[in-house]
């Protein structure tokens, strides 16, 4: 059983800085990508990052987050972080932690290539 627990959402002003986690557990659980995709109110799921998990580390990033947000991963702890500055209200949504173990296929940032989520954490910016 695949399980993905995110942490670190909470309240934080325009301008502020929040660094989410998404901590990895499941035995057999080997992911190829790890993403963190939001939501916010009365909107569609939006891509945020992703990154690999091969050696190569290699990083995707949303338009609207690009320069703004950080992604990294920590293979040992298989958990992957998003350092997020400079936060606008916009950023304001429910952040899901997702992971995809096929191999066969390159980067994608289609929530519905994604098999494996954990159930959210709210990040609110206020003006």
């Known amino acids: 059983q695949v399980q993905l627990v995110e942490s670190g959402g909470g309240l934080v002003q325009t301008g502020g800085s929040l660094r989410l986690a998404c901590a990895a557990s499941?035995?057999?659980?080997?992911?190829?990508?790890m993403a963190w995709f939001r939501q916010a109110p009365g909107k569609e799921y939006e891509f945020v990052a992703a990154?690999?998990?091969?050696?190569?580390?290699?990083?995707y990033y949303g338009d609207s987050v690009e320069g703004r947000f950080t992604i990294s991963r920590d293979n040992a702890k298989n958990t992957i972080y998003l350092q997020m500055d400079s936060l606008k209200v916009e950023d304001t949504a429910i952040y899901y932690c997702?992971?995809?173990?096929?191999?066969?296929?390159?980067?994608?940032?289609?929530?519905?290539?994604?098999?494996?989520w954990g159930q959210g954490t709210q990040v609110t910016v206020s003006s």
């Open positions: 997702a992971g995809q173990v096929d191999r066969t296929r390159g980067f994608v940032n289609n929530r519905y290539d994604y098999p494996y």
């Open positions: 499941g035995r057999t659980f080997s992911p190829y990508f």
């Open positions: 990154i690999t998990f091969m050696p190569s580390r290699t990083t």
